[in-house]
């Protein structure tokens, strides 16, 4: 099992910035893939960015792509999701989660594990 716990959610006003954090515990050696996804109230859940923990290859919806950053730090078992010049319809719960070997790294149903999320919301 894989415990995820988000943080650094919170209020900002359009173009500011929020970085996301992402503690993993647990069976920690199964997770080959992290990503994050969000959903705002009445939508989809939607991928928004992933990174290998392998290699390190990181991918990026078209959507945030330029503004959001993913990164890691296998030590200290934490996935980070830095956010830059934020707009309204970036609100939403944003989740992290994880997934094993054979993840692909947009398709939410190969992740096994979720954390609990945490809320950004972005105000005009």
């Known amino acids: 099992q894989v415990q995820l716990v988000e943080s650094g959610g919170g209020s900002v006003q359009a173009g500011g910035s929020l970085r996301l954090s992402c503690e993993a515990s647990g069976e920690t050696y199964i997770t080959n893939c992290m990503g994050w996804f969000r959903q705002a109230p009445g939508k989809r859940r939607e991928w928004v960015a992933s990174?290998?923990?392998?290699?390190?290859?990181?991918y990026y919806a078209n959507s945030v792509k330029d503004r959001f950053t993913i990164s890691q730090d296998n030590a200290k078992k934490m996935v980070y999701l830095q956010m830059h010049s934020l707009k309204p319809e970036d609100t939403a719960m944003y989740y992290c989660a994880a997934g094993g070997r054979g993840t692909t790294y947009w398709y939410a149903a190969d992740f096994g594990y979720w954390g609990q999320g945490t809320q950004v919301t972005v105000s005009s």
């Open positions: 990174i290998y923990t392998s290699g390190a290859s990181a």
